[in-house]
């Protein structure tokens, strides 16, 4: 079985994910729902279907603005099912606005999603899917696990032998006590 890392060398879809997304960390609230959407979009699915998604995938969600999405009535759920460019599953998208309600009171009680995120880690995947079951809609442990490889929380993203792996290690910042937090990706 080949792994993610020799898969993506290359390739025109995966490869500038796994290059420069997956596995890095974000303190970004809409980087970390998007994430965790297109986790949940992908169930089911191909990744590769996902990637080829996303760009209609973010402009049909408000590029997964958490208060736009929460906001969302049965116009914005009727309009999704009838848009050809993404996946259309009602329950998927049902997850998805619920969870950007979720994360609303995730931002209330911890400061923000990544806070909360850091403030759990770390822990074993076992424990972070059955939080993500409690705290979360539609996050079974593949969904969980991926995501949370997706942010650098699970180890797993990149074999160790991987360029990328050192780049995505580079971006944690260790603190005594509570595993690491991340750091803001500079944006200039």
């Known amino acids: 079985m080949v792994d993610y890392c020799e898969m993506a060398k290359g390739h025109p879809i995966h490869g500038p994910y796994h ?37 209609a995938l973010n402009a049909a969600f408000d590029s997964f603005t958490v208060d736009k999405v929460a906001a969302y009535g049965e116009a914005d759920v009727t309009r999704l099912l009838a848009d050809p460019a993404i996946i259309r ?35 074993s995947r076992e424990s972070w899917v059955k939080l993500f079951k409690k705290t979360f809609k539609f996050t079974g442990g593949e969904i969980v696990g991926e995501f949370l490889m997706s942010l650098g929380y699970l180890e797993g993203a990149h074999k160790r032998g991987c360029p990328v792996y050192a780049l995505a290690e580079a971006t944690k910042i260790r603190v005594q006590g509570s595993g690491y937090r991340v750091q803001q990706k500079d944006s200039s």
Not at 94 to 112: D, K, V
């Open 19 to 55: 290059d420069t997304e997956y596995g890095f960390p974000s303190r970004d609230e809409r980087v970390i729902f998007e994430r965790l959407a297109l986790e949940i979009m992908q169930a089911g699915l191909s990744w590769e279907i996902v990637l080829k998604k996303r760009p």
């Open 89 to 123: 599953n009602r329950l998927k998208i049902a997850a998805i606005i619920e969870n950007a309600r979720r994360i609303q009171t995730i931002r209330q009680e911890a400061g923000s999603f990544a806070a909360w995120l850091d403030a759990h880690h770390p822990q």
